[in-house]
């Protein structure tokens, strides 16, 4: 071989490696998964299970990079829907409470005592009142994929057991998102004060609040009665499912494979996480009971005192929401 005709081949073969990465770099895409809480919760798990899907199926072409603890938002978990929206963040596993104040649908789930259990939520998000909540955030900008969940949300507080509205007479209770809750708890005495949860396990710890509400794995995982938090009832007031979703432009730039990839990991990693939530549940009560919280559950009586008591939220809030969707929600119930 000559100089030059060593010096040629030996530039061809860099113009081809350069072009080759060019095209990986081109096919190969990350993009930004949002979430609240980490993968030491089934919740953070959700996103990276979806991740590890798609990198699986996708052999390298689409990654997820998951960003827990809301850090994308610092830590206002209530932004995460617009910063998702606007292109700040691709995508994300996230609440239907956090993402409540833009798309008021979504405030169904938050309705006190009107899903009371595993087969209701179902019926629901599985049904045409899921699809409602689907089209209604579609409709502003983001693409909805599958639903996960956090779970029932249970209340708990350190001053004494709850088992009548009376008992929550002026405690300050720590609450999320939607001004709905705020409703709630002020219509059964309470004294409500909203604020991430970012902030809350400080304010738990220092006493500042008296009480908060989280569904058992948060309660377990998170340690909530090693600050304080000794009293705990079962009262399934609310379901809080998550939704997978993907800003609206990015996903016009996926191919239509790319899309479906998307899409069903997503539907499975959220039926994964759903059934392991549900599951976990016992032993999870098991492992707050004996660690010292007094956990109480309430007689059908008892219960019926809550519903009655917040009876009004539900009359304020089923017109925002939007009587066709409460509606188709009721239905489902009802056949379940
Ligand atoms: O802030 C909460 O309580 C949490 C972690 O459950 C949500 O993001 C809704």
Request: charged share 20%; no cysteine; hydrophobic share 40%.
């Amino acid at each position: 071989m000559t100089l030059t005709r060593s010096i040629a081949h030996f530039t061809a073969g860099l113009a081809g490696a350069a072009l080759l990465s060019a095209s990986l770099s081109a096919q190969a895409r990350e993009l930004s998964v949002s979430t609240v809480l980490s993968d030491a919760f089934p919740w953070g798990q959700a996103a990276e299970k979806w991740a590890e899907l798609v990198e699986e199926r996708s052999g390298g072409e689409l990654t997820l990079r998951v960003y827990p603890n809301s850090q994308l938002v610092s830590g206002d978990q209530t932004r995460e829907f617009s910063a998702m929206r606007s292109g700040l963040i691709d995508a994300a596993v996230g609440s239907t409470i956090n993402w409540s104040p833009q798309v008021p649908e979504l405030n169904l789930f938050s309705l006190p005592f009107f899903i009371p259990d595993e087969a209701a939520v179902d019926a629901v998000t599985g049904g045409e009142a899921g699809e409602l909540v689907f089209e209604a955030i579609e409709s502003r900008g983001v693409i909805p994929l599958a639903w996960g969940e956090n779970g029932f949300r249970q209340v708990s507080n350190s001053r004494g057991p709850i088992s009548q509205p009376d008992d929550l007479d002026g405690l300050k209770i720590r609450v999320v998102g939607s001004p709905l809750f705020q409703d709630t708890f002020s219509a059964l005495g309470a004294d409500p004060t909203q604020m991430s949860w970012t902030d809350a396990q400080p304010a738990l710890t220092t006493g500042a609040v008296d009480g908060q509400e989280n569904p058992l794995s948060v309660f377990d995982v998170a340690r909530i009665d090693q600050v304080g938090q000794e009293h705990l009832t079962l009262w399934n007031y609310m379901n809080d499912p998550l939704i997978f979703a993907v800003n609206q432009q990015v996903w016009q730039t996926l191919s239509e494979e790319q899309q479906t990839l998307l899409r069903e990991t997503a539907v499975e990693a959220g039926e994964w996480e759903i059934a392991m939530t549900r599951e976990e549940e016992g032993e999870r009560l098991a492992a707050i009971q004996e660690r010292g919280v007094t956990v109480t559950e309430l007689s059908d009586e008892q219960y019926q005192a809550f519903v009655d008591a917040t009876q009004s939220v539900y009359e304020k809030w089923a017109p925002r929401i939007g009587e066709e969707v409460v509606e188709a929600a009721q239905a489902a119930i009802d056949a379940r």
